[in-house]
């Protein structure tokens, strides 16, 4: 079979790795013709540039907390296979809420993720001064430790598994765009590229992100997600990374103010969510230097003595769903689409039935999160 994978942010990679794996006996994806292509280089858009928080956090749907932590797990054994890698990072969340109704929220979310069997702790200040010895939190805060989860370095995730991909046989075009889809009637046939190239595929799948829409669209075919233009868009996010601030963190700080973890690079990444107003397509670059101050002065409060200053802020376009969930299936005949939020926690699982369904087997797990749903 020949698949044209669009896209190789972590959705786009995984996918790609995973139906290059070579199956024992012959199997699903065992002779597959795959090719990849990327406009600029894998990892290099919104997974290399997001705060890549891996976590099943939210207990408010029980189907969709099952689906993360089914992930959660699927990122163990992905990273199992390239033998302990730099950028899986699987070193536990501290959070903590000081108001009183923000302490009751937290003491809730805590009580329910419990419930579901998903491992939490409340913890002390002396707890917490074991886990992360140079942040302050507020005294009488509520404190609770997420051992479980942890972060990537998206962007170094994404090109390890596209190499391996490519190893395997699969060939990568980058630093072209896929313009257009082609179709024959109602069937999808492959794609057209920026230079006038024309690839073929029996099925094509869809996994450009937050340009999606506009590549589903050249064949008439809708996609729910949030427009970043659109004034006040939830989609658009501002992560500043400081310069090197080595050792000041060991895992993930969610502080209410402040979303803090170590960078690749030695420095911290920062953001936070009430500094994304008004971040939008045309988001000044005095804003940007406005917001990029203000996240270094709440980590100097979140870390006393923190002497790192910001090395760059970039603006971050998240692929959000309508409804916030998954958009995973065929579209048309030929057409699979395959985009979401939460890209980082899900994007190696959803590579797992997205390949049976690819070849024909449909997945029960995917039935919630259709592209079509109404």
């Known amino acids: ?23 024992p006996g012959g199997g699903p994806g065992a002779r597959d013709e795959v090719t990849v292509v990327e406009a600029r280089e894998p990892g290099a858009g ?12 939210d207990p408010a749907d029980p189907g969709y907390h099952r689906l993360r932590t089914a992930a959660l797990a699927t990122w163990r054994d992905v990273a199992a296979g390239f033998g302990a890698p730099s ?7 501290t959070m903590w809420a000081a108001a009183e109704d923000e ?12 419930g579901l069997g998903y491992t939490v702790e409340l913890i002390g200040a ?7 010895p140079h942040v302050r939190a507020p005294d009488g805060a509520l404190i609770a430790h997420y051992p479980g989860e942890g972060y990537v370095y998206g962007g170094s995730a994404a090109r390890a598994l596209v190499r391996r991909a490519r190893e395997s046989g699969a060939e990568v075009v980058t630093g072209r765009r896929a313009v257009g889809l082609t179709t024959d009637g109602d069937r999808v046939t492959g794609v057209r590229l920026d230079d006038g190239r024309e690839l073929g595929a029996d099925v094509t799948v869809c996994a450009a992100g937050r340009h999606s829409p506009a590549l589903l669209a050249t064949a008439g075919i809708a996609l729910p997600l949030v427009d970043p233009a659109e004034p006040g868009s939830a989609a658009p996010c501002l992560i500043a990374t400081t310069t090197a601030a080595d050792g000041v963190l060991n895992g993930l700080v969610q502080a209410p103010d402040l979303s803090a973890r170590p960078a690749e690079d030695r420095g911290l990444v920062l953001e936070a969510t009430d500094l994304d107003a008004g971040v939008d397509e045309s988001a000044s670059p ?3 230097r406005t917001v ?8 100097r409060v979140l870390v006393p003595g923190l002497a790192a200053d910001i090395a760059e802020v970039r603006r971050c376009v998240r692929p959000l769903p309508a409804d916030g969930y998954p958009l995973v299936g065929f579209q048309r005949p030929g057409l699979y689409t395959v985009v979401t939020h939460s890209g980082i926690t899900l994007g190696p699982h959803l590579a797992v039935p997205a390949d049976r369904e690819i070849h024909g087997e449909p997945s029960p797990e995917l039935v919630p999160y259709r592209p079509d749903r109404q």
């Open 103 to 114: 302490k009751a929220r937290l003491s809730d979310r805590v009580a329910r993720l419990a």
């Open 1 to 23: 079979m020949r698949i044209v994978i669009v896209g190789a942010g972590i959705i786009g990679a995984a996918l790609a790795d995973r139906l290059t794996r070579p199956a």
């Open 286 to 288: 005095e804003l940007v």
């Open 46 to 57: 919104t997974s290399g540039a997001s705060y890549a928080w891996l976590n099943a956090n």
């Open 87 to 93: 950028w899986y990072r699987p070193v536990g969340n």
């Open 126 to 132: 002396d707890r917490l001064r074991a886990l992360e």
């Open 292 to 299: 990029g101050a203000e996240l270094l002065a709440r980590a």
